[in-house]
């Protein structure tokens, strides 16, 4: 009996552990299976290319993240990201560049905090309110811009998406810089806690003096 539950407590422990990292694993797998397959693949050029093009995607999946583990997610973050890039550059071929890129942000966080009211406040299933204000900013982009890009943008700003400090692509920066604070917050802070416990359960974490409304109109935006 002795001896028994150490060894069950050693595979409970590694199945805890394969099961957390699992994904981790998957991936180191995949890469070097697709090492192996494709003789460029394991190339700087081709590694920059892709960490450039996923940069991106990573830096929504920060915010995406943050909203899964509070138990919602948000449709509208592909609307709202052409709106912030459609607004930034239109005033930054018109009015100003700092400027636009803080009335972009204050546009995303708007929508953003009006997804969480209509969640938390009003109590539209985040699928509906989400899906809703997508299909409403893509058709008021369609008609502001007429399906027209915008032009004149200056160079110093595509910098920011197509730069690069030495080898490292800057959007790659820009993600890892978010990806470290995103888990920072999760991990270290209060607001990050009172996110696992909505996400855990919502009526506990409001009968423990969390405030569920707040943290999820903070989330959302």
Known sequence: ????????????????LLSRYALAIIFVLAIVVAALAV??????ANIANVLQRNSIIGIVACGMLLMIVLGGFDLSVGAVGAMASVVAAAMIVNVSGPLGIVVALGLGALVGLLNGFCIAKVGI??????????VLITGLLFIGTAAQP?????????????????????????????????WAILRFTTF???IYAVGGNKVAARLAGVNVDRITLATYA
């Not at 003789?39 to 700087?44: C, D, I, K, L, R």
């Open 39 to 44: 003789p460029n693949f394991a190339t700087w």
């Open 125 to 134: 299933n985040p699928f509906v309110a989400t899906l809703g204000t997508q």
């Open 192 to 194: 990050g806690h009172h």
């Open 150 to 182: 915008v032009y004149g943008v200056p160079e110093g700003f595509t910098v920011l998406g197509l730069g690069r400090i030495g080898p490292i692509p800057i959007p790659t920066i820009i993600f890892a810089a978010i990806a470290c604070l995103t």
């Open 1 to 16: 009996m002795n001896e028994a539950a150490p060894q069950a407590g050693t595979g409970g422990s590694r199945s805890a």
